[in-house]
C-alpha cells in the first residue's frame, strides 16, 4: 500500500481509539456508581476497594429511597424543573428571536450585555438572589424554590444563534401577505426552532434537576427538599452510606436519561444548527 494511502488510514485509527479511550473514561464513573450502589456499606470501604460487589444487594434501592421522602423529593425536583424548563424555552425563544431578527436603538448594547452576564458565574449571584427572595418573603417556599433560573441567558444566547441561521425569505413572504410579527415568530420561526429547542429544553431541564446549591440554602423544610439535596443528606444521617447514596444517585439519572431519550431526534440537529459544537 502506498505511503500516501496509509497515512489517511493510520489517523482514522488513531481517531478511533481516542474516541474508544474518552468514551470509556466517559462511561466509567457511571458504571462505578452503579457497581456502589450494589455493594454492601462495609464492602465499598476495603482496600483495595473491589470493582464489582461479591453479592448484588437490590435491596439498597428501596431501602435508600423509603430512608428517606423521596418520592416528596423527586415531586419537588419535577415542579422545579418544569417550571424552569417552561420559563427559560419562553423567555429564550421570544429574547433570541427579537435579538435575531429586530433592529432597534442600542440592540448592540443589550447583546454585549449579554455576552457580559455569560461570564458572570452562577456563585457570585447567590447571595443577591437570596436577599432578594428574603426580602420578598419567600424563603422557604415553592414561589422561593422556582425563581432562582426562570431565565437562561445562555438560552437567549443560544436561541439567538439560531434564528440567526434561519433563511429570512419565508419570514418575508410571510409579511407581505399581511402576517404580524408575533404570527411570524409563532407561525414560521418556532416550528423551525424545534431542534433548538429540544436541545435548550434537554440542558435546561438537566440544570434544574441537578441543582444543589441553590435549593440547599433557600429551603428549609423537608417538603421542600429537592432529589439532589436529600442524596446529600445521606453523609449527615448515616456517616457517608455510599450504597444508599449511590443507589439514590442512580434512580436520579433516570429521569435525565428519559428526557435524553424524548429529545434525542432534534438534539444532534439542534447543537449543530445553533452552533454549540
Not at 450494589?38 to 429511597?65: C, D, I, S
Not at 444521617?237 to 429521569?255: C, D, H, R, S
Amino acid at each position: 500500500m502506498p505511503r500516501s494511502a496509509r497515512a489517511p488510514r493510520l489517523a482514522r485509527t488513531a481517531t478511533s481509539m481516542a474516541a474508544v479511550v474518552v468514551a470509556v473514561l466517559m462511561v466509567a464513573p457511571f458504571l462505578w456508581m452503579v457497581s456502589t450502589a450494589l455493594m454492601g456499606e462495609f464492602e465499598v470501604l476495603q482496600y483495595p476497594p473491589p470493582l464489582v460487589p461479591a453479592a448484588p444487594r437490590w435491596t439498597n434501592f428501596r431501602e435508600a429511597l423509603t430512608t428517606l421522602p423521596f418520592d416528596r423529593f423527586f415531586l419537588n425536583s419535577a415542579i422545579v424543573a418544569g417550571f424552569t424548563v417552561t420559563s427559560q424555552l419562553v423567555c429564550g425563544a421570544m429574547g433570541g428571536y427579537a435579538l435575531a431578527r429586530f433592529r432597534f436603538p442600542g440592540a448592540r448594547a443589550v447583546f454585549a450585555v449579554y455576552l457580559a452576564a455569560l461570564m458572570v458565574p452562577s456563585i457570585v449571584l447567590l447571595i443577591p438572589r437570596f436577599l432578594l427572595v428574603d426580602a420578598l418573603g419567600a424563603v422557604d417556599t415553592m414561589a422561593g424554590l422556582v425563581s432562582a433560573e426562570l431565565v437562561s441567558v445562555w438560552g437567549v444566547f443560544m436561541m439567538r444563534q439560531f434564528f440567526i441561521s434561519l433563511p429570512r425569505e419565508t419570514e418575508d413572504a410571510a409579511r407581505i401577505d399581511g402576517a404580524g410579527e408575533f404570527t411570524i415568530f409563532a407561525r414560521i420561526a418556532l416550528p423551525m426552532a424545534k431542534p433548538a429547542l429540544a436541545t435548550f429544553a434537554l440542558f435546561a431541564f438537566i440544570d434544574a434537576w441537578k441543582a444543589l446549591l441553590w435549593p440547599l440554602v433557600v429551603t428549609r423544610s423537608m417538603s421542600l427538599r429537592t432529589v439532589e439535596v436529600g442524596i446529600a443528606s445521606f453523609h449527615g444521617l448515616y456517616y457517608a452510606n455510599w450504597p444508599y447514596q449511590m443507589a439514590a444517585a442512580v434512580t436520579a439519572l433516570l429521569p435525565v436519561f428519559a428526557v435524553f431519550l424524548a429529545t434525542q431526534k432534534y438534539f444532534t440537529r439542534g447543537i449543530q444548527l445553533s452552533g454549540l459544537r
